[in-house]
């Protein structure tokens, strides 16, 4: 026999009881090695017990179903007899996570990503999820350009079998990009071409931008910026041959090249429908944006099959396609458009789902629905679902996408996504002076309370020249059809500071209620009631209109204002709207109490979309009072023009009528505003972050006074929209174009709110 052979043979059968045992009875179960780990543990995951049969296979399956717990380096079965000894050897725990370095990521993020794959304090220690952890780490600071960071992990024994884990990170300076070079242009210069990236070389936003750090996935976007640029002007071949990033040695440079070829500018020739268009062509045919005689624009052919597409979802087809196939005579640079449709078959929708709302309650969106599941697919009452969303102002983004089902030819699933939007804000404060002592102000405003949808707002202050106890709600649902309904509890004193606790001031009491009842899917009608209370407490500084008026009215006075009102609104975002109209219209109507009125408020909003980034709004605002039964229109009931929302560059309230130096307002008032609406330069396309060049101009007239455009007050000025955490914030910088003398000037203003 072969020495070898033999030597392998006395091996096995010398080392044969190692790992072949003879089946026996367990008599008992030992564990050996255990430090933190308790020894229950062990014996739920082995497949028998004490009084069991023991074979080599069940003690196989034992010790993968330990090692399959993650909690041990090694494990081996041992026998004594009929007693079976479990030996292991524990895994050291993580005792800390700690992060050195560290400043482009927060803590708190890494610490909960890390937790999510099972690295964590108290979880055993393993080094492959640690290398795991490394390399992504290093991947995130590549995908924020900082291509030179280096990160070590260190892990440290320390006692009772655990490891303090560091990550240490040399973060460095991320990579700019030095130059972006386009090679193979001839129509367009490379700066006209430049403009179209959202990644630069630099600039005095690159700060907040970071545009001039290299990303693959903005450079993507750009080169598709880049190609529908051409395609919108003619050029139907043109193509991007290569692209090439070069970094420097000390990975802190980047150069971007751009190999493309323009081809030859085309002309439309004509626009031709085939294919099944459910014997509807002439429907269609209005619907072409494809124009004969003009350059080939890519933009146009997509708005036409989408126009069509969309059309064709109105009669219950989503799945219908339409490809407009090009004609090309490369002799004469003209191309003719095929446009073939197949509506391939109707469908309806089974289920609706809803995505990013993690705030908003389900119901608060899908009540705003027309589009109902189980119904026929309809295009237009989606789109109308996805507009009444919109319009909610909860959500910066809403869309919705068609989801096929596999084996279900004829349905679909709709998924709404929505991405939220702070839709609240709270302001607390105190302070304390000799005069006020202490003065607490608390205010709350929740667009969307709870995520319910409903309108909450609650405003405190109490200090001793303005106190205000303020509660305002709006139910949008009081009914299932849609009615809504608001309250309104009041309390508010006024005082002018002047030094004095013994100055004169106006206390205003009411409630009102409210009811919103829709008409149409734009329009709704609004009815209601209020009781109010108004308290002239006479005292130092009292103005003479006010004397005037409490000496024919009384310095106590009520009335009972009924209220009815119309709204509609068209526009496509109630939040960042882009196109669109809002009208309104309210009158109040005193028929009991002291005080008898008449009150009107006409409002009207319209966006216009110049382009994808641009659009151009203006706001016309109009208030009329009269008194009735022969009584003076009350002051408490004035207009007030100026300021924020209404003449910017002119203080809060003060173009109007004035008594003693005091700004009373008007019975009537005129305001106009016009806005050229832009992204900020350099965040792209960031609708969360506009600037607006404007025009304003208003007045507020007496009651006896003649409504005249020469009084009007004008300005124009810059400002920037932000919709920050804290809410929409806007910031303005105007100068007056038209005032008198004694006008009150405020160049900077800004507010909480949104436009208008």
């Known amino acids: 026999m072969n020495p070898t052979a033999l ?370 697919y309809d295009g237009d009452k989606i789109n109308l679902s996805r507009d009444r969303v919109n319009r909610l102002g909860y959500f910066t983004d809403v869309n919705v996408d068609t989801q096929e089902i596999a084996g279900s030819p004829d349905q679909v699933d709709l998924l709404f996504t929505v991405a939220e939007k702070p839709t609240g804000s709270v302001s607390l404060g105190a302070g304390f002076s000799s005069t006020e002592k202490v003065a607490l102000t608390f205010g709350i405003q929740q667009e969307n309370a709870f995520g319910s949808g409903n309108y909450l707002a609650v405003q405190v202050n109490t200090s001793k020249y303005n106190r205000n106890y303020v509660v305002s709600t709006t139910d949008p649902y009081f009914t299932q059809n849609g009615i809504s309904r608001s309250i309104d509890l009041f309390h508010r004193t006024t005082r002018p500071y002047l030094g004095d606790l013994n100055a004169y001031s106006l206390v205003n009491s009411g409630i009102g209620l409210r009811f919103g009842v829709p008409v149409t899917e734009t329009d709704r009608v609004f009815v209601g009631a209020n009781f109010e209370q108004t308290q002239i407490v006479a005292g130092t500084g009292l103005p003479t209109a006010y004397k005037d008026y409490a000496a024919k009215f009384g310095s106590t006075s009520t009335a009972l204002p009924l209220t009815l009102g119309w709204a509609r609104d068209g526009r496509d975002s109630a939040l960042v709207p882009t196109r669109g109209s809002l009208q309104s219209f309210t009158a109040d109507v005193s028929v009991a109490g002291d005080v008898r009125y008449a009150r009107s408020n006409y409002k009207f909003q319209q966006y216009i979309p110049l382009s994808k980034k641009y659009t151009f709004a203006f706001n016309t605002d109009l208030g009329w009072g009269q008194g009735l039964k022969g009584q003076e229109y009350p002051l408490f009931k004035n207009f007030y023009v100026g300021g924020l929302g209404s003449v910017r560059g002119f203080e809060q309230s003060t173009l109007g009528p004035k008594s003693d130096g005091v700004y009373l307002g008007g019975a009537k008032k005129m305001v106009f505003n016009a806005e050229f609406i832009t992204p900020f330069p350099g965040a792209g396309n960031d609708k969360t972050l506009r600037m607006f060049g404007f025009m304003d101009a208003g007045y507020a007239f007496k009651d006896a006074e003649n409504v005249s455009f020469s009084a009007l007050r004008a300005s124009a000025g810059i400002g920037l929209s932000w919709i920050s955490p804290m809410g929409p914030l806007r910031f303005s910088y105007a100068v007056p174009v038209r005032q008198q003398t004694d006008d009150r000037i405020q160049k900077l203003q800004f507010q909480i709110g949104t436009s208008f």
């Not at 543990?41 to 069940?58: E, I, M, W």
């Not at 004594?80 to 803590?107: M, T, Y």
């Not at 972006?180 to 071409?193: A, H």
């Not at 996935?217 to 692209?243: C, H, Q, V």
Request: aromatic share 10%.
């Open 7 to 376: 030597g392998l043979l006395v091996s096995a059968v010398v080392c044969s009881p190692a790992w072949a045992v003879d089946p026996f009875t367990v008599r008992d179960i030992r564990v050996e090695g255990l430090q933190r780990i308790e020894p229950g543990t062990v014996f739920a995951s082995l497949p028998f017990r004490v009084g069991d049969q023991y074979t080599d296979d069940k003690g196989a399956s034992g010790i993968r179903a330990l090692f399959a717990l993650g909690l041990f380096k090694d494990v081996r079965l041992e026998t004594q007899g009929d007693v079976l000894v479990v030996v292991v050897e524990e895994r050291p725990s993580v005792a800390a996570v700690e992060f050195i370095g560290l400043k482009e990521f927060d803590k708190d993020v890494l610490h909960k990503a890390l937790k999510e794959v099972g690295l964590a304090e108290g979880r055993p220690y393993d080094k492959a999820l640690a290398d795991k952890a490394e390399q992504e780490l290093k991947r995130q600071y590549i995908s924020r350009s900082l291509y030179g960071a280096e990160v070590v992990t260190t892990a440290t024994p320390i006692d009772r079998n655990r490891v303090n884990l560091s990550f240490t990170i040399t973060e460095g300076g991320p990579a700019k990009i030095a130059n972006i070079e386009i090679v193979g242009n001839k129509t367009f210069s490379t700066d006209t071409l430049r403009d179209q990236f959202n990644l630069d070389t630099g600039g005095w936003m690159s700060w907040y931008t970071k545009s001039d750090r290299y990303s693959r996935t903005k450079l993507n976007g750009d080169l598709e910026a880049l190609r529908s640029y051409y395609l919108a002007r003619g050029f139907l071949e043109f193509r991007i041959d290569s692209t090439q990033v070069a970094m420097s040695p000390d990975k802190q440079k980047m150069t971007i090249t751009i190999n493309i070829h323009e081809g030859e500018r085309f002309v439309v020739s004509g626009v031709k429908l085939e294919g099944n268009y459910l014997d509807k062509e002439s429907e269609f045919k209005p619907l072409v944006k494809i124009a004969s005689g003009e350059p080939y624009n890519a933009e146009t052919v997509a708005e036409t099959t989408k126009a069509f597409t969309e059309y064709f979802g109105k009669f219950g087809f989503a799945f219908a396609r339409v490809e407009a196939k090009p004609i090309i005579d490369r002799q004469n640079n003209r191309v003719q458009f095929v446009l073939v449709a197949e509506p391939s078959r109707r469908a309806y929708v089974r289920r609706i789902l809803l995505a990013g709302n993690n705030r908003t309650r389900d119901e608060v969106i899908r009540r705003e629905f027309r589009q109902l599941e189980a119904a026929w």
